[in-house]
Structures are given as C-alpha cells and as structure tokens.
Nanobody, 121 residues
C-alpha cells in the first residue's frame, strides 16, 4: 500500500514561513498531478495548489503570491513553500498525488494523513 507522508507543519506566528514536504513510500511508474489541499475546522477541504506533470501550476486565489508548489518526480516528492502566513491559513494540510504504480493499469489518487499548520496572530 502506497503511503504519502507529510512533514513541516507546526505552530508559527503571522508573517512567518513554512515549508511542507510530502514523500511517497514507493516509486511510481508515472506521476500525473501532485497537490496540496487544506481543511480548516468546520470547513470543507479545499485545493491550495497543484502541479501537473508538465510543471504547470494552479493555486487558490487566497494563496497566490504566498504559496509556491514544486515537485521532484525522481524523489517522488511534492513541496509547498509558504510565506507570509496568516491566521486564516490555519488548517490541516494534505498532500495528494494522482499516479500510476508499476504493473497497475490505472491512475489512482493517493492522500497523505495530513499535517497541522497553526498560525497565531
């Protein structure tokens, strides 16, 4: 079973920065999309940023200019550089990978267990 393991969350003050990383437990045959989602208490999970196999990215309007997503297919990792954190960025952040495993014919979605980011004002 493939596992995605996130790291880098924590408690920070407004205006500070964090770097979230997500690593897969095995090497994929082919990685499609990679991304980060977040879920704040009482709210639905939302897309924060995503990066496709050709390197094109999308991000939520609320994080544009502050969050930068990157991927390293050789290492099976996706990272999120977060700057100028705001209290409203407080949430559990989940990484997502859509990929194909070796000897498997379909692309599947994989999720990490989540890492807490808390921002104090």
């Amino acid at each position: 079973q493939v596992q995605l393991v996130e790291s880098g969350g924590g408690l920070v003050q407004a205006g500070e920065s964090l770097r979230l990383s997500c690593a897969a437990s095995e090497t994929f045959y082919d990685i499609r999309d990679m991304g980060w989602y977040r879920q704040a208490p009482g709210k639905q999970r939302e897309l924060v940023a995503a990066i496709s196999s050709d390197g094109s990215t999308i991000s939520a309007d609320s994080v544009k200019g502050r969050f930068i997503i990157s991927r390293d297919d050789a290492e099976n990792t996706v990272s999120l550089q977060i700057t100028t954190l705001k209290p409203e960025d407080t949430a559990v952040y989940y990484c997502h990978v859509r990929a194909r495993r070796w000897r498997v014919s379909a692309d599947l979605d994989y999720w990490g267990q989540g890492t807490q980011v808390s921002v104090s004002s």
